[in-house]
């Protein structure tokens, strides 16, 4: 069922991107490819621009072939994208949890996905990232219960949205026996450009052993 509402609700989010971007996706279908080839060379000078403007920002402006159609916005829309990420940063909002996993006897098992919302700091809707995990726990007499001991087999992509998410590492850390934090770090795409970003994901454990 949690599977099913988060496809509603992401078709529906993905059908106001899709209406929000319309007019560009329109103009884009119009380009040709020597215009999409001088929109981009107009990209690069304001990446560049922006690089002086912002020295220890870190991003990168995709490659030609790496565009999607919604992409190419006139270049005021494109440099104000980038600008709004620079200035106010990626927001990763994990949902609530509504699906659980009971390791009651302890060992390895899949826990339930984690879905992460990403939004620009003026509030735009940017995507999900969907993250697949093994969590390990035994039994603990300190605790009497299960307590976490490892998370391992992490993955992570993104589900729906104009943006794509690239994971590069994924390192979980104990902050009590019974709650660890996985940090994702990777490369998160939209607009035409690449951002490093990083966040946390928490998990939790009952003595009972579900995963949460």
């Excluded at 621009?49 to 072939?65: G, I, V, W």
């Excluded at 992490?154 to 104009?162: A, D, I, N, Q």
């Excluded at 607009?191 to 970003?197: D, F, L, R």
């Amino acid at each position: 069922m949690k599977r099913i509402l988060n496809f509603l609700l992401g078709f529906g989010m993905l059908f106001v991107l899709t209406s929000a971007f319309s007019s560009n996706a329109s103009a884009a279908e119009l380009l040709t490819l020597d215009e999409k080839t001088q929109y981009y060379q107009e990209y690069q000078k304001i990446v560049d621009e922006l690089r002086e403007e912002y020295p220890d920002a870190d991003f990168t402006l995709l490659e030609f072939k790496d565009f999607g159609e919604q992409d190419w916005v006139e270049q005021a829309k494109f440099r104000e994208n980038i600008v709004t990420i620079l200035e106010g940063g990626i927001n990763f909002v994990v949902q609530e949890q509504q699906e659980f996993t009971t390791l009651s006897s302890g060992g390895a098992g899949p826990t339930p996905t984690k879905y992460v919302d990403a939004y620009s700091s003026n509030g735009t809707y940017l995507g999900q990232v969907v993250v697949n995990a093994t969590v390990t726990t035994k039994y603990d007499s300190s605790v009497k219960g299960q307590v976490i001991t490892g998370i391992t087999n992490v993955s992570s992509y993104t589900m729906h949205g104009l943006s794509h998410w690239s994971q590069s590492s994924a390192r979980g850390s104990k902050e009590t026996n019974q709650k660890w934090n996985l940090k994702l770090t990777g490369n998160f795409h939209t607009g035409g450009v690449s951002y490093p970003q990083a966040f946390d994901i928490p998990y939790r454990c009952t003595n009972s052993g579900t995963i949460y």
